[in-house]
């Protein structure tokens, strides 16, 4: 069982910056592509970040390529993501999820998934 906990949201001005981070127990998190996906009120789910198992290979959402970074810690179990030069529409929940195999933007293609961590940028 792939236990996924998300850390780090919070209320922030535009602007500001904020490090998410998601850690996973399992001892095979190495072998998991990893993704962030974010979620704003009336709003679907949608991709912001994911990252090969390796780190090798990263794919970002155009509405944050520049300003959010994903990275992951192997022997800590952790992925993490980090924003800049946050905006407004940036509010949401934010999510990250799993998936054995190759490195995907889709959320259905995630198995597993974190139970969310919100980001409230303000004006």
């Known amino acids: 069982q792939v236990q996924l906990v998300e850390s780090g949201g919070g209320l922030v001005q535009a602007g500001d910056s904020l490090s998410l981070s998601c850690a996973d127990s399992r001892r095979t998190f190495s072998s998991y592509a990893m993704g962030w996906f974010r979620q704003a009120p009336g709003k679907e789910r949608e991709f912001v970040a994911a990252?090969?198992?390796?780190?090798?290979?990263?794919y970002y959402a155009d509405s944050v390529k520049g300003r959010f970074t994903i990275s992951r810690d192997n022997a800590k179990n952790t992925v993490y993501l980090q924003a800049i030069s946050l905006k407004p529409e940036d509010t949401a929940v934010y999510y990250c999820?799993?998936?054995?195999?190759?490195?995907?933007?889709?959320?259905?293609?995630?198995?597993?998934w974190g139970q969310g961590t919100q980001v409230t940028v303000s004006s």
């Open positions: 999820a799993a998936k054995s195999g190759v490195v995907s933007t889709t959320p259905l293609a995630y198995n597993y």
């Open positions: 990252i090969s198992w390796s780190g090798g290979i990263t």
